[in-house]
Each structure stands twice: as C-alpha cells, then as structure tokens.
C-alpha cells in the first residue's frame, strides 16, 4: 500500500474545495484515520465501512474496544445483518484491542516479529483467496491514551509495511480530544503521515455544502492562526515566568530562606528542608505547626503565637524573631515573615532566616558600645579634673604675676621710669587677658559637655538681672532699652544667663570712639515651625561685622579687631549653649552701621 499525506480539507486549487469524504468510500487499499467527537459518530463510521463490505462479500477485522464492539454489533443488528452468523462463516473476526495489543508489545514498543507472527498471519488467512479485507483498528488509541505517542506512531508504520504483502484497507480512529494540548501539533501530523487519507471530525465534514465548508475552513484557519499567536505568548510569558522562578530559586538559596505555608482553618503547616533546618530537623523529619512551637523557647512562644493570632485576624503581614531550641540545646534566633491570601484558600505563606549571627553581633557591638563608653565617661571625668586643676594653677602665677607689677608701681612708683611703668602695666594687661581666656576655654568646655536641665525661663526677668549685675551695662555708662515685656521661655537658665551676658557685653563693648552704647531688646514669636519658638533680638549700634565673617565669628579663638580686648570665645560659647537648648543663634550687621544678633528659642507648649 502505498502511502500519501493528502490531508483533508484539499487544497484550495482542486476542482471541489474540500469535499466531505466517507469510511465507506474508502478503497481497497486505502489506510485512513477518522477523527471523531463523538462515539455515536464513530460507530456509525464503522458501521457503514464494514456493512459496506459484507454486503460485497468481504470479511472483516474489528479491533476495538468491548463497549465499541458491543455497540457495533448492535448497529449491525439494526441494519439487518446477523453478526454472530457473520462470524460463524468466518467472514468477521472481533477481537479486544487489549488483548490483542498485549500479544506484540514489548518494553512499551511494537515488536515487529510478534506483530507479524499475530496481527500479520491473521490478515493473511483473511485474505488467502484474494478477497479483500476491511479492518478498523483501535489499538493505537490505546496507546496514545497511555502517554506512548512514539509506540503509536510505530505501529501504524508496521501496518504499513503488511500493507505491501497483503490487499486491505485500513480503518483507524483518533478522538479529537486527545489532540487538544499546545505541543499535540507536531504529533498530529505524524499520524496524519501515516495515512493515505484523514477524514475530519464530524462537525466538519457532516450535511455542509460546498459554500459552508469553505466558510468553516475560513473560521478554523482563523481560530489556528489567533491559537498560534496565544500560544506563542504564552510561552513567551511561561519563559519569563521560568526565568524569574529561577532567579527566585538562586536567590532564597543564596539567602537561605526557609519557605513556609501555613492552611489557616487546619493549621496544617509546609515548609521547605531548609525552614527545617532553621528549626534543627532533618529534610524527612515533619514539623507541624504544634512541633514548631514547641521549639520555639519557652520565653518567646507566647510572642509568636499572639502576633500570629492578630496577623490572622486582620489578614496583615506577621513579623516576628523569636529564639529556637534544637535537638541538642543550641539556642538561634531565627526571623519569620510572612502574609495572608484569600485566593480560594485562606493561607499564609512566609519565609524564614537564621539570624544568629546577626544578633551575636549586635550584642558583641552593643557591649563594646557600652564599655568604650563607659571609659569615655571615665577619660572625660579625668579630663575635667585635669583641666580644673591645669587651670588653678595656671592661674596661681597670674595673681602672682598682677600682684608684684602692682606692688611695684605702688611702692617703686617714683623711683622707675616711664617706660619701666609702661612695661609694668603691659604684664598686668596681659596676666588679666590670660586670666580671662582660662575662664572662657573652661566656660566653653562646660557648656559642651554638661547636660542641660531644660526649664520655663522668664527672659523680661533674666536680662533685667543681669543688666542689674554688670555696671558697664547701666547708664551712663550704656542705654539699653528692653522694648514690651519679653516672653517666657523653655531652656537653661545657666546657660542662657551665659549667652545673654556675653551678646549684651559685646553690644556696649564693640562701639566707637566717644560713642555712647544703644541697645535695643525685643522678642517676637515664631509660628512657621512645627514647633513653636520664640526669636530673641539684641540690637546695637556698634561697630559692625563684615558679611563675609558672619559664620567665622561663632568660631571659637576668633576675633575679628585687635583694637578691642577680648578671648575670641565668647560667641562661641553663645552658639554651643543656644544649640544644647535645641535652638538656633544668628545675625544681621553690615561695618558702621552696627549689629542684630537673634536668638531661636523654643517656646513653652
């Protein structure tokens, strides 16, 4: 027999377009396949091939199924033959497609010798006197339906090859249904090649004119175009998605992470080896939710339990660290995470990470913390005491160094020179400059390190006093005008007593020749913060700052006039104590026309 692959519907350019095409007009050496739908369609396929033949006096061979064997019996029946007396006369031969398949099969494949020594000698004594023979088969149906496509294929290459020593056309049936899958096409048509003619399913080929198949065959090449096209995306989306699910892969295994799945109304738990591990198990050992809570210790299970129970609640995420025990008392600590989902079954899917070693660490860190500390404390304390007593007895020789030029220009007044006084007045400056600088650099030492207890501070109150307290802010000497009532405030009454008394010194201090010192002092509030401050202003009409040096003069050691007696600290010593209180010090000023330092002080809620 020789084979062809003119698949049906034909091509477009033959006289009919694809006509439909019958099992009884099958000839005599014809190998087709039918594809069905529906087992009543195959029946009557059957029927009418092998009726066809009997009524030629031709014998027959049906391997099928027993219900396809019994149903076709019964469709003969009803078409007026007797198949049992068929069968008597040798002229039908039914036999089980099982069975029959069992007789040749060898490690799930065709084996060519048996096929012929059964199937092969069957045929032959069917056809011994030249009649020819119908058969339908069923066998590779079977296979195929058991996942062995490349036995089914084979066996229809064996039916080929008797074919070419025998006369007999060939019925074989596929369902349709067997085909649907996406990788089904490449096999398909190896089957389709293994035939001389394919017969379309019936909902094509049944009671249609010329003029519908043509349309049907419009329909089907646009559903297998538009399916080629949805296929090819979803492999390409199923590509991304292995792609991704791979790097997933690498990255929970380069991390570590357990994997872990909890059935909310079971409390049946999953979970990977590695979130096995995480809790001590080997990869066969079974963790349920119960086991891992009784490794969790003792004093966090009840934690875990409590925010698992509220996560649950409100279908939120859980997060927890908790100290877990293992078989041989190890204690780790391990970090679960996880979220719930609603998406037909209520769960909760988290991962787990061994974070031992990170919380080793932060103790080792936090003990290194509290000890360099603790030796910071006791290094600054040491300081302190040392800078207390390096500054006494700094200062011993400097009283000693004032009190001799004194004696000496009191008792020696008349019997030294001019230009020896001088000398003499010079020391004196200078031990009385330096006397001062020690007490700035200690005054600004204490303002760094000390903590300040922050209190209502009454302003109206505080600059009174010291105004009170320093002559050469008090007329005549200086006019110094405090415009409203000033407000109260939250900071140190120290430390804002030391930044007041030296903004207010410096005011009456930097002024010219023969000018008499005029400040004002007013305070405003300030509601563009979200906290609430107020803005204190000392004005003067001094010898001003040039803009350029504005930021450098709250620098410590920075003095901007040799021609004016000063340490270089004490606005310094304003900006540290005003930035303890958590406020802020700046100015306005320009050379001659004087100068506008602001303080930003919170304000008492």
Known sequence: MRVRSDIIPLQPEMCEPAPPIHAR????NDHFVQFYEDDDFLIDSICGFISAGFRSGEPAIVVATAAHRLALEARLKDQGLDPAALRASGQFTSLDAADTLATFMVNRMPDATLFDRTVGSMVRHATRAGRPL?????????????????AAVRLEELWNGLAQTCTFSLFCAYPLSVFHGENDSTPL???????????PAENYATGRTTDERLRAI??????????????????HVESIANEQQTRLAMAVAVAQLGIWELD???NHLKCSDQCKAHFGLRPGETLTYERLCELIHPEDRETFRKTLRNAIAISGDHSSEYRVIDSQGRVRWISSLG????????????????????????????????????KLKEALSELESFSFSISHDMRAPLRSMQGFAAILIEDCGDEISPEARACLERITASAERMDRLIQDVLTFSR????DFVMERVDLDRLIRGIIESYPSLQAPKASISLEGKLPIVLGNAAGLTQCLSNLLGNAVKFVGLDTLPQVRVWAEPITSNATPFVRLYIQDNGIGIPHEAHEKIFEIFQRLSKRYDGTGIGLAIVKKAVERMGGRVGLTSNPSNGSTFWLDLKAPV
């Open 134 to 150: 119908r058969a339908f088969g069923e066998m590779v149906v079977l296979l195929w339906n058991d996942g062995n496509s490349t």
């Open 189 to 199: 048509l190896h089957v389709c090649s293994q035939h001389s003619r394919v017969i």
């Open 447 to 450: 303002v760094a390190r000390t």
């Open 25 to 28: 007009d099958m000839g005599r």
């Open 339 to 374: 979220r719930c989902f609603h998406n037909g079954d209520d769960r909760m899917l988290g991962v787990t990470l061994d974070i031992t070693e990170r919380k080793q660490t932060a103790d080792v860190l936090e003990q290194t913390v509290v000890e360099r500390t603790a």
């Open 218 to 235: 419009a329909i089907l090449q646009q559903k297998a175009a538009a399916l080629e096209a949805e296929i090819a995306v979803r492999k």
């Open 264 to 266: 909310l109304p079971t």
